[in-house]
């Protein structure tokens, strides 16, 4: 029989077992361990209950098995009981720890396959037109050069420019160039390489910004000519020195033009500009002539190689109008103080010409409010050239008489 104690712990079979084991010391130790546990179980709260169980059958697990007798099977059976409890306590927890799992791994989100859209990359925007266009013109003329370089535009600044006087319309510049390098098929993308073929159009506009004179100018040229030879000069000395610059900056772009279109004509000049630039250059002598005398020597020194380009340039205005251009230049120096420059340039002009008449006038005119004896004495020198058959043989007689 097994009586239970208040703990719920059978006392009997812990005795026996005591009994059992007198034939072996072995067992006694397990045996007081029980009765000692028993003990300390009755003073144990109920909260303990299982706690004490399951340190009761670990005792019992101590005893041999193989000498024990019936008393021990008993007490074995009695431990089974005892287990039971046990067991389904355990078994109660272990089913709460793994619902426990199940519902954490319920509330664990399943790792679903990657979606189609997470595999693709994301396909950057491209720039947008505007955008790329505004930082084509922030940068530089020649880093755009060199960027048109990299996709196979072998092309500098002069080359840009050349065309630009060729062609009126910028965009029918950048086309040819694109289809001359074969820029569409080679694809260049400004979000990859930094560049495409939209740079060459906004560096064919920045160079026409750039450079002096272009197609597009010549329309513009015949009308600002036409403005130049209405203009009479005046008393107002600041109005005199506008037409100046005015007609100073036209003859210049004139110039260049003929240059680089390697015109050597006024004829050949016209048929581009489809106006004679004669008149307009001679006005312009004119200008130079009445506004010079009132500003610096160096002007007058600058002017004069100006001049002298512009007329060496065209043929036919170099043999009508050479020598006039250099007693302009003389007349200058003369008036500037500089008599030794002026001298020697009439000397030379004297020297180079049989019809000396209207040279030696201009000689002896310049100095008649400057010095008139020096005045008087050119005007004597040239009776030994000129005599009443030419056309300024009054004029010098007048200064020599006066």
Not at 25 to 37: D, I, W
Not at 78 to 86: C, F, G, S
Not at 373 to 401: C, F, G, H, W
């Amino acid at each position: 029989m097994c009586l239970l104690t208040e703990g719920g712990i059978c006392s009997m079979p812990v005795k026996k077992t005591t009994q059992v084991t007198k034939e072996d010391k072995t067992v006694k130790a397990p045996a007081k361990k029980a009765a000692t546990k028993t003990t300390t179980v009755k003073k144990t709260a109920a909260k303990k209950k299982e706690t004490s169980v399951e340190k009761e059958t670990k005792t019992v697990k101590q005893t041999p098995t193989a000498k024990t007798t019936k008393t021990s099977k008993k007490t074995a059976a009695a431990n089974k009981e005892v287990k039971a409890p046990a067991k389904k306590t355990a078994s109660k927890k272990a089913s709460e720890v793994v619902s426990k799992k199940v519902e954490k791994k319920k509330e664990m989100p399943k790792k679903e396959a990657p979606k189609k859209e997470t595999v693709k990359k994301a396909t950057p925007k491209k720039t947008s037109k505007a955008v790329k266009l505004a930082q084509y013109n922030n940068f530089a003329i020649d880093t755009c050069i060199d960027m048109a370089r990299a996709m196979g535009v072998d092309m500098g600044y002069d080359q840009y420019a050349n065309m630009l006087l060729e062609i009126t319309d910028l965009k029918t510049i950048a086309n040819n160039i694109i289809d001359k390098y074969d820029l569409k098929t080679k694809k260049f993308s400004f979000d990859e390489d930094g560049y495409d073929i939209d740079l060459i159009e906004v560096l064919v506009s920045k160079i026409a910004d750039t450079v002096d004179i272009k197609a597009q100018d010549f329309i513009e040229l015949g009308g600002i000519a036409k403005e130049c030879l209405a203009y009479e000069l005046s008393d107002d000395a600041s109005a005199n020195n506008d037409e100046y610059h005015k007609e100073f900056d036209l003859v210049k772009k004139i110039l260049m033009i003929a240059q680089r279109k390697d015109l050597h004509t006024m004829e050949e000049l016209a048929s581009l500009l489809k106006m004679d630039m004669t008149d307009t250059i001679l006005h312009y002598m004119d200008v130079a002539y009445n506004v010079l005398k009132n500003w610096q020597y160096d002007d007058v020194k600058y002017y004069e190689n100006f001049i002298y380009a512009v007329l060496s340039h065209f043929t036919d205005l170099h043999d009508k109008y050479a020598n006039r251009a250099m007693m302009d230049v003389a007349d200058l120096y003369i008036e500037h103080g500089d008599y030794g420059l002026g001298d020697a340039n009439y000397g030379y002009i004297i020297r180079e010409n049989q019809i000396k008449d209207y040279i030696y006038y201009r000689y002896a005119n310049v100095y008649v409010d400057i010095d008139r004896e020096k005045a008087r004495s050119i005007a004597q020198s040239a009776l030994q050239y000129v005599d009443s058959r030419y056309t300024y043989y009054p004029n010098i007689m007048s200064i020599l008489e006066d």
